[in-house]
C-alpha cells in the first residue's frame, strides 16, 4: 500500500515538474495545457462514442446489440472497439497526424485506445499503406500509432506483417458502394497469425470495407479472430 502511495506520489511531482519545464500549449485551442497535449476543457470536448454501439462494428445503435447491417451482412472482422465519433473536434485531431503529420498525436492515440480496455490479442498489426502512398507521406499513421500502443500495452506487434499490394484510389474518394470492391485483393499476409487473436489499428472505421477485407484475409490465413481498434467510428452510415 505504502509502495502504491509512493509511486503515485512520484508519477505526480514528475507531472508537474514536466508541465512545469516543458509547458504547451493546446493543439485544439491553443491555451496552455501544462505537460498535456489537449487542455481539460478540449478533452471534455471530444465526442466519445456512444456507449449504446453495436459490438461488432461500434455503430451507434440503442441497446449496444449488433446492428442490423452486421446481421445480414457479417463483416469478416470479430469486433471493433472506437475511441470517438468521428465528428470535431476529434476528426482535426486525427488530421492533424495524417496529413499535417504531428506525430507526438500518435502516443497519445494510443494512450487513448488502450484506456479502452483492450481485449486479449495474440499479435498486434496496423492498416497498411502502398508503398507509393507511404513513399509521399513519410509515414504511415496507423503504424505509428501501433507501435506506441504495443509499447505501453506489453503487446507483440508486426509492423510488417500487412502489405498493401494494389495502388487503388483513397477509399474517401469513392462512392460508398464501390469502396468494398475498390479494396478487394488489396492486402497481403506475411505475419504468422494461425490459431491466433489478432488486433488491426487504423484511424477511422466508415463502411468498414478495408477492415472488412483485412480481416478476411487474415482468416483465409488462419487467425481465430480479428479485433479493430479505431480512433473514431462515423456516427451513421450516410447513402445506405
Not at 35 to 51: F, H, N, Q, S, Y
Not at 135 to 141: D, I, T
Request: aromatic share 4%; with cysteine; net charge positive.
Amino acid at each position: 500500500m505504502l509502495h502504491r502511495v509512493i509511486s503515485d506520489l512520484g508519477s505526480r511531482l514528475g507531472a508537474a515538474l514536466r508541465a512545469a519545464l516543458l509547458p504547451q500549449d493546446c493543439r485544439l485551442c491553443g491555451l496552455p495545457s501544462g505537460d498535456a497535449l489537449l487542455c481539460d476543457g478540449c478533452r471534455a470536448d471530444l465526442p466519445r462514442l456512444p456507449a449504446a454501439h453495436c459490438p461488432v462494428c461500434a455503430l451507434p445503435v440503442p441497446g449496444a446489440q449488433v446492428c442490423g447491417r452486421c446481421l445480414k451482412k457479417p463483416p469478416a472482422f470479430d469486433a471493433t472497439l472506437a475511441v470517438w465519433a468521428y465528428e470535431a473536434p476529434a476528426d482535426g485531431l486525427i488530421h492533424a497526424l495524417k496529413f499535417r503529420a504531428q506525430l507526438p498525436l500518435a502516443n497519445w492515440f494510443a494512450q487513448e485506445l488502450l484506456a479502452l480496455g483492450l481485449p486479449p490479442a495474440d499479435l498486434l498489426l496496423a492498416m497498411p499503406l502502398h508503398p507509393r502512398r507511404l513513399s509521399e507521406r513519410g509515414f504511415n499513421q496507423s503504424v505509428e500509432i501501433a507501435r506506441h500502443l504495443a509499447r505501453i500495452g506489453d503487446l507483440r506487434f508486426d509492423a510488417f506483417g500487412l502489405a498493401r499490394v494494389h495502388d487503388t484510389p483513397p477509399q474517401r474518394e469513392l462512392a460508398w458502394s464501390q469502396r468494398r470492391r475498390n479494396v478487394r485483393g488489396a492486402f497481403v499476409v506475411s505475419a504468422e497469425v494461425a490459431g491466433r487473436h489478432v488486433a488491426v489499428v487504423d484511424d477511422v472505421l466508415t463502411t468498414g470495407a478495408s477492415l472488412h477485407e483485412v480481416a478476411r484475409a487474415l482468416k483465409a490465413a488462419g487467425a481465430l479472430t480479428v479485433t479493430n481498434l479505431v480512433l473514431a467510428r462515423t456516427p451513421k452510415l450516410r447513402g445506405r
